[in-house]
């Protein structure tokens, strides 16, 4: 059974850190590309951030570029998403999605950015 659990998210002031994780099983994980997305009310799902599958390569989003920070542990089956300096208009539904041969996701986890 494939299962991507998210956590990390909570509710976090302006300027503060969170580190999200997203553990994967069931399917071959190092053979993924990994994609951080999130999904503000209103707003469409948009890609965050990604990380190919033997972690040499990432991209992100303009907004997002050099506040988050993707990695991956491959020993672990884990990607992570370090969010630093964080705004308001971070907040979201943030996803995980695996995609390679199948595209897989999470249930996602809140991130709120608030004083």
């Known amino acids: 059974q494939v299962q991507l659990v998210e956590s990390g998210g909570g509710l976090v002031q302006p300027g503060g850190s969170l580190r999200l994780s997203c553990a994967a099983s069931?399917?071959?994980?190092?053979?993924?590309?990994m994609n951080w997305y999130r999904q503000a009310p209103g707003k469409e799902r948009e890609l965050v951030a990604g990380i190919t599958s033997a972690g040499g390569s990432t991209n992100y989003a303009d907004s997002v570029k050099g506040r988050f920070t993707i990695s991956r542990d491959n020993a672990r089956n884990t990607v992570y998403l370090q969010m630093n300096s964080l705004k308001p208009e971070d907040t979201a539904v943030y996803y995980c999605?695996?995609?390679?041969?199948?595209?897989?996701w999470g249930q996602g986890t809140q991130v709120t950015v608030s004083s």
């Open positions: 069931g399917f071959s994980f190092s053979r993924y590309t």
């Open positions: 999605n695996a995609i390679g041969f199948y595209n897989y």
